[in-house]
């Protein structure tokens, strides 16, 4: 594995930072991938996680990463937030992350979530959104109160490759 690009922002919480950071990648991106479409995946990554970091994340610091890396010959976009949580916080993660380990099809679950999201706070439709239309893998690793979501998918129109 090889790492082409790594951008690391470590930040405390402020609603601005999402757009902001959105925006920033959006034109960051925009040129080093030839797809629309791929630099639009990874921007709704980002703001659906950071997103998720300023609702929910306890005390502390919050780390956002975002990196390209070739791997046995194609190239993948992985973007990783670290940050504390409650043990609420967690119980609905990792309850979460069980529905989208039970239901392979991304979309069907994104359907249930967007149905009943209004009817509780911590709905999981950001990250559920983040399966359905960016099409990005995900996993979530919990160590004591601190938790790490990646998404990760293989990109296809990535310009770094020609360094």
């Known amino acids: 594995m090889t790492s082409l690009m790594s951008l ?3 930040f405390r919480p402020a609603k601005s930072i999402v757009t902001m950071t959105r925006e920033y990648l959006d034109t960051l991106y925009a040129g080093l991938l030839s797809d629309p479409d791929e630099t639009y995946r990874l921007t709704l990554t980002v703001h659906e996680l950071l ?3 300023i609702k929910y994340a306890g005390v502390g610091p919050r780390h956002l990463r975002v990196g390209l890396r070739s791997e046995n010959g ?3 976009v992985q973007v990783e937030t670290r940050n504390s949580s409650s043990p609420e ?13 039970a239901s392979p099809d991304a979309l069907t ?8 999201s209004f009817q509780r706070e911590g709905s ?6 983040i399966r359905a239309e960016a099409d990005m893998r995900l996993a979530c690793e919990i160590d004591g109160n601190d938790v790490t979501i990646r998404a990760e998918a293989p990109f296809f129109s990535i ?4 360094w």
Do not use: C, M, P, W
């Open 8 to 10: 690391v922002l470590d």
């Open 51 to 53: 997103e998720n970091v």
């Open 74 to 76: 194609s190239t993948h």
């Open 89 to 101: 916080g967690i119980a609905t993660l990792q309850r979460l992350f069980l529905d989208f380990a």
């Open 109 to 116: 679950i994104y359907d249930q979530l967007l149905a009943t």
């Open 124 to 129: 999981g439709l950001g990250l559920a959104r």
């Open 159 to 162: 310009k770094l490759l020609s």
